[in-house]
């Protein structure tokens, strides 16, 4: 289908691309497809969910390339001296922050504690409360939404600022994007709204009652953002010929470091980001309802898709080669 019949295919649609909202993509170093729907405009930003964990890796990195965070294999209690940890509990001084960018960090109790870390006043430390158990490290995957909470109270350690200051400075202004701003907010209420709320958001990023940027969701992009992102990961760390991030982390953060099962599609994680093929050169972040940063180092070419709550949808890699590629 022609750019024409594509955009009536998403307005149309009563499936899985009736959520989408601005689709963008680079192919080349050129901005070669830029389209929106229900009302949304180029410049207008969403709730990007998950997504928010890739550009977690990515400061990560530039905290580690400025020498802020020694390696990552250092430890996480390294960072937080002052925190109390619970009676009899060991486990917590091992986990390193590989573990965290792998999602392989041990967490107590069998689901996330949402309630409780979302009505603290400081959301890192009420995660750390549920770091470690008596399992100890086992290097399993576990998804965990929460504990990447944990990242975003390191990098402000590690720097001395604000995480969305830093983000701001070392990765969104040297990319020629928006600086984002605190959302402000954190009652319950409010938190219902920004996932469900289908209008355009500000460049913003939520943040806890301290001031802490959320680190596994949260932050509000457009999908020229997005693709923008994925332009960097393509130029390996470089941006207009200027290194914002290193080759060296950059190779790291894209290697499987692990095989996931069913339920992540039999892809492979790295940090923080996918490997949807073992075969092929392709890369993603992926959010819920099918936001995603999708990369090709074959085509050189990256995507940015955002799309309102829309529950089941995973990933849109196959749609994104199926419908979009074609286009370019």
């Known amino acids: 289908m022609n750019r024409e019949q594509f955009h009536e295919f998403i307005a149309d649609s009563t499936d899985n691309e009736s959520n989408i909202c601005q689709i963008y993509a680079i192919k080349d170093g050129k901005a070669t497809y830029d389209d929106c729907w229900h009302g949304f405009k180029t410049e207008d930003a969403m709730n990007v969910n998950s997504v928010t964990k890739g550009i977690m890796a990515l400061l990560a990195g530039i905290a580690l390339d400025k020498g802020c965070i020694k390696d990552v294999d250092q430890k996480v209690m390294d960072f937080f ?28 109790g069998k689901s996330e504690p949402w309630k409780k870390v979302c009505t603290s006043q400081d959301f890192t430390l009420a995660i750390l409360d549920n770091l470690g158990g008596r399992g100890g490290i086992t290097g399993e995957f576990r998804y965990a939404t929460l504990g990447i909470q944990i990242l975003a109270g390191i990098i402000e350690r590690a720097t001395g600022e604000k995480c969305i200051d830093f983000a701001n400075r070392e990765l969104f202004s040297p990319l020629g994007l928006p ?3 605190p959302h402000g907010d954190s009652s319950k209420e409010d938190q219902f709204d920004f996932f469900m709320n ?8 939520y943040t806890d009652p301290k001031g802490c940027v959320t680190a596994g969701w949260g932050l509000c992009m457009s999908a020229k953002d997005m693709a923008v992102i994925g332009e960097l990961v393509l130029e390996n760390g470089s941006f207009n010929g200027k290194r914002i991030i290193s080759e060296e982390y950059l190779k790291d953060m894209l290697t499987p470091h692990l095989k996931l099962g069913e339920r992540m599609g039999y892809m492979s994680y790295g940090y923080l980001w996918y490997k949807p093929y073992d075969d092929r050169e392709v890369y993603a972040a992926i ?17 940015g898709i955002t799309g309102t709550f829309k529950p089941r949808i995973f990933d849109r890699v196959e749609f994104i080669e199926k419908k979009v590629l074609p286009l370019l």
């Open 179 to 181: 600086c984002r701003i």
């Open 287 to 303: 959010g819920d309802s099918g936001n995603i940063i999708y990369v090709s180092k074959e085509d050189n070419v990256s995507v």
């Open 198 to 205: 289908k209008n355009p958001r500000k460049y913003e990023w």
């Open 81 to 108: 001296p002052d925190y109390t940890v619970k009676r009899g509990e060991k486990t917590i001084y091992d986990v390193t922050i590989r573990h965290l960018l792998t999602m392989t960090a041990p967490y107590k």
